[in-house]
């Protein structure tokens, strides 16, 4: 199973401030995305980046957000200015290269908590 | 209608009894599906895919896909205390870039 880890495990920010959350594959993958989940709520996804451009994005995903890959390495997830809505747990996932799947594995995690 | 439904528990089941997880989902273009098991604060770990119709088993594990029906299931023989957690249907969305769409998510209580 690929692994990705992800940093901050924690980050508590306040409201209006910019928080980037970075998502590390160990290997080297194609496909990335973003998930979210709020507390005691389903996984959503936000967006879906592939040969280095977003491919698809969520409706959550809006002005505010943007992703990168600034190194060929890190893919990150940038919020401009953060809101209280926005606190919940951000997860990375990666679609490995080979296999033939689709499976996506995600990382541990990042928990925003917007004050 | 919600795109993907699980009924979201808890499920109780006795240690050692089978337990069974349901998920229906509504888009019929969908051709992959997947369960993940997350625990408390934790992220969601793969478990199982499915693409054909029928059972697919690993170890105590067996996923049903019903494309007809529109239905996925997880069966767990022998349950252990250890597989209490929530377990999250996805199905990924026909066309584009295969964005996962979860469900809920079941709870389940293994009890001794």
């Known amino acids: 199973e690929p692994e990705v880890t992800q940093t901050p495990s924690h980050q508590v920010t306040q409201m209006g401030q910019e928080v980037i959350l970075r998502c590390v594959p160990i290997?080297?993958?194609?496909?990335f995305y973003w998930y979210r989940q709020i507390l005691g709520q389903k996984v959503e996804f936000l967006v879906s980046?592939?040969?280095?451009?977003?491919?698809?994005k969520s409706e959550i995903f809006d002005d505010q957000f943007s992703v990168e890959r600034p190194d060929g390495s890190n893919f990150t997830l940038k919020i401009r200015s953060t809101k209280l809505e926005d606190s919940a747990m951000y997860f990375c996932?990666?679609?490995?290269?080979?296999?033939?799947?689709?499976?996506?594995?995600f990382g541990p995690g990042t928990r925003l908590t917007v004050l | 209608q919600k795109e993907v439904e699980q009924n979201s528990g808890p499920l109780s089941v006795p240690e050692g009894a089978i337990a069974s997880l349901n998920c229906t989902y509504s888009d019929r273009g969908s051709q992959s599906f997947f369960w993940y098991r997350q625990y408390s604060g934790k992220s969601p770990e793969l478990i199982m895919s499915i693409y054909s119709n029928g059972d697919k088993e690993d170890g105590r594990f067996t996923a049903q896909l019903n494309k007809a029906s529109q239905y996925v299931s997880l069966l767990i023989r022998d349950s252990q205390p250890s597989d209490s957690a929530t377990y999250l249907c996805?199905?990924?969305?026909?066309?584009?870039?295969?964005?996962?769409?979860f469900g809920a998510g079941t709870r389940l209580a293994v009890h001794p």
């Open positions: 290997s080297n993958h194609l496909y």
């Open positions: 996932a990666i679609r490995p290269l080979n296999g033939g799947t689709d499976t996506q594995y």
């Open positions: 996805a199905v990924n969305k026909s066309g584009g870039y295969n964005k996962l769409i």
């Open positions: 980046f592939y040969n280095n451009e977003i491919s698809e």
